[in-house]
């Protein structure tokens, strides 16, 4: 329910950012962009570990990558393979420390 809420209040906030949402492509091409997130943040894929502090750490991150790649003018498909290169990275961190730790 809670998720529900969130992502009917998170709509609401694009649509009115943006005057106006054609329905079914508005959150196209986002999924990349919420697993890197996650997967920076330390959630692992298989589960049972990580935490809401290391998400938001994740998105933010995520989202100073994208906001100073814009600002540099980098081209789209460049800023997409830099967060493609931070999708692995995270998934390698998210494989490897808990295998060091032991």
């Given at each position: 329910?809670?998720?529900?809420?969130a992502a009917a209040l998170a709509g609401a906030i694009k649509a009115s950012v943006l005057d106006s949402v054609v329905a079914g492509t508005?959150?196209?091409?986002?999924?990349?962009?919420?697993?890197?997130?996650?997967?920076?943040?330390?959630?692992?894929?298989?589960?049972?570990?990580?935490?809401?502090?290391?998400?938001?750490?994740?998105?933010?991150?995520?989202?100073?990558?994208?906001?100073?790649?814009?600002?540099?003018?980098?081209?789209?498909?460049?800023?997409?393979?830099?967060?493609?290169?931070?999708?692995?990275?995270?998934?390698?961190?998210?494989?490897?420390?808990?295998?060091?730790?032991?």
């Open positions: 329910m809670v998720t529900g809420v508005s959150g196209a091409g986002f999924e990349l962009a919420v697993l890197t997130a996650v997967l920076v943040g330390g959630v692992a894929l298989t589960g049972g570990s990580g935490s809401i502090l290391g998400v938001l750490l994740g998105v933010l991150f995520l989202g100073c990558l994208q906001n100073g790649l814009t600002l540099l003018d980098v081209p789209t498909f460049w800023q997409q393979m830099a967060q493609g290169t931070a999708l692995v990275a995270g998934a390698a961190l998210a494989y490897f420390a808990p295998r060091t730790a032991r």
